[in-house]
Nanobody, 124 residues
Framework: QVHLVESGGGLVQPGGSLRLSCAASGRTFSSYDVGWFRQAPGKEREFVTAIRWSGTSTYNADSVKGRFTISRDNVKNMVYLQMNSLRPEDTALYYC?????????????????WGQGTQVTVSS
């Protein structure tokens, strides 16, 4: 069992930065891949980025390449999402999610555990 709690969301101007955190509980968290997803009002939940359990491999959606970076600290049971050059279209509720399968997954249905989300609003 893994429990996830996101934090770090807020209001930021276009071009600004935010760092989201995902705190995990569960002694086997270091064996889980973690992804970040986002969902804007009226839209489906979409994949943003993912990191393998070891932290050695990441994958980003095209919409955030070059702007967002995912990282993790398995000692602290934390995953981070550094978001730079934010745009109004990045506005959404951001979720972290985890799964124990040893493959890269970009579909929300492939993840077993979810946090409650943290709101990111990009507006002037």
């Amino acid at each position: 069992q893994v429990h996830l709690v996101e934090s770090g969301g807020g209001l930021v101007q276009p071009g600004g930065s935010l760092r989201l955190s995902c705190a995990a509980s569960g002694r086997t968290f270091s064996s889980y891949d973690v992804g970040w997803f986002r969902q804007a009002p009226g839209k489906e939940r979409e994949f943003v980025t993912a990191i393998r359990w070891s932290g050695t491999s990441t994958y980003n959606a095209d919409s955030v390449k070059g702007r967002f970076t995912i990282s993790r600290d398995n000692v602290k049971n934390m995953v981070y999402l550094q978001m730079n050059s934010l745009r109004p279209e990045d506005t959404a509720l951001y979720y972290c999610a985890a799964h124990p399968k040893s493959i890269l997954i970009t579909s929300p249905g492939g993840y077993d555990y979810w946090g409650q989300g943290t709101q990111v609003t990009v507006s002037s």
